[in-house]
């Protein structure tokens, strides 16, 4: 994969200190304060660039890279106005109930205006090219299914890990290559004339695409927020098989065969399961060897429902809102 184009000072610096060999680059630009920071291109396109260095790295940059201490303290410095605004919108004040039902009224009760609508549009309305930027947009994160996921695998012990292990095991097919979701993901997109070389539309996504997949990897890479890690991918799991039903529906309505959209439908299977393994088994253990984790279990719940929404938000919009008419 090679590095995206920049899109402003902050990615320009990085994409400069990535891919010269003497480490040499100019002066680190003002990250600054940003009122909304899930919508600032520059910055989530550099977070992302940095996360990445954790993944799969990028042509033409060496993969020491990734601990560039620099490198290191530059995405430190684009993830506190990041974090900032994530704990100012999605902190969660716990109650005494047990973790599953406090995730589930949280679920129920989230400020929610277009997540509601998305998946019936797509079911219904949505015309094969807006079915077709739907999919680009995933694929960003869905072409790396349950990887940021998988980091919170070694932080854990007993029930809670078993718990993850499998949730884990089942996103990655079971042994089986050709079920892996993100494989199934992949004949989708090629249904759809997409490329589905991992990273591909990274350059073409709106910064909030980019910020769905940012605060999976800020979670799964600091083991201070294992917990939210943990909460995120309970919120996944629990609200994920009403939505792909619908998205199936769609897909088959636009024409895709059977197996073409089996990757909505196998989430609808899976996804029933995983909810109460997420919800009681990993979460639930968890926060019983972890009490004080609560909090950052709710608030990474929390974030995936926001993140998701305003994702809605963004594409519900360009698709439904009428062109601005021109004068004279």
């Known amino acids: 994969m090679q590095l995206p184009p920049p899109r402003g000072p902050l990615t320009a610096w990085l994409n400069d200190r990535l891919t010269h060999s003497d480490t040499t680059s100019g002066d680190v630009p003002e990250v600054g304060v940003r009122e909304l920071p ?19 790295g990028f042509d033409g940059v060496d993969a020491e890279r990734q601990w560039d201490s620099a490198v290191i303290a530059f995405r430190t410095r684009l993830e506190r106005p990041w974090i900032d605004w994530l704990q100012a919108t999605c902190g969660v004040s716990p109650d005494q109930r047990p973790v599953a039902e406090q995730l589930r009224a949280l679920i129920d009760s989230a400020d929610s ?20 930027e ?3 947009n995933r694929s960003v994160y ?6 940021p996921h ?4 070694p932080r854990l012990e007993g029930a809670a890990k078993a718990a993850l292990v499998e949730i884990e095991a089942d996103e990655y097919g079971g042994g089986r290559p050709e079920r892996m979701h993100s494989e199934l993901f992949r004949t989708t997109m090629r249904w759809l004339g997409l490329d589905d070389t991992y990273g591909r539309y990274v350059p073409d996504v ?11 990897s800020l979670f799964a890479i600091h083991c201070r927020w294992t917990g939210a890690l943990l909460g995120h991918l309970a919120a996944l799991e629990m609200t994920s098989t009403l939505p792909n039903r619908q998205y199936a529906t769609g897909a088959i309505r636009l024409g895709a065969s059977e197996d073409q959209a089996r990757y909505f439908t196998e989430h609808v299977e899976a996804d029933a399961v995983h909810e109460q393994i997420a919800a009681h088994d990993l979460c639930g253990n968890y926060v019983r060897q972890h009490p004080d984790a609560l909090p950052d279990v709710l608030f990474g719940a929390h974030c995936a429902l926001t993140l998701d929404n305003l994702f809605a938000d963004t594409l519900l919009t360009s698709w439904t809102t009428p062109p601005a008419r021109r004068c004279g």
Do not use: C
């Open 38 to 56: 899930y919508a600032d291109d520059d910055l989530q396109l550099a977070l992302w660039v940095a996360y990445e260095l954790q993944y799969r």
């Open 113 to 132: 205006t277009d997540g509601p609508r998305f998946a019936p549009y797509l079911r219904r309305h949505a015309t094969r090219e807006q079915f077709r």
């Open 134 to 136: 739907f999919v680009l």
């Open 142 to 147: 869905q072409l790396k299914e349950a990887d």
């Open 150 to 153: 998988s980091f919170g695998i």
């Open 206 to 216: 709106p910064a909030v695409t980019l910020a769905l997949s940012n605060v999976m």
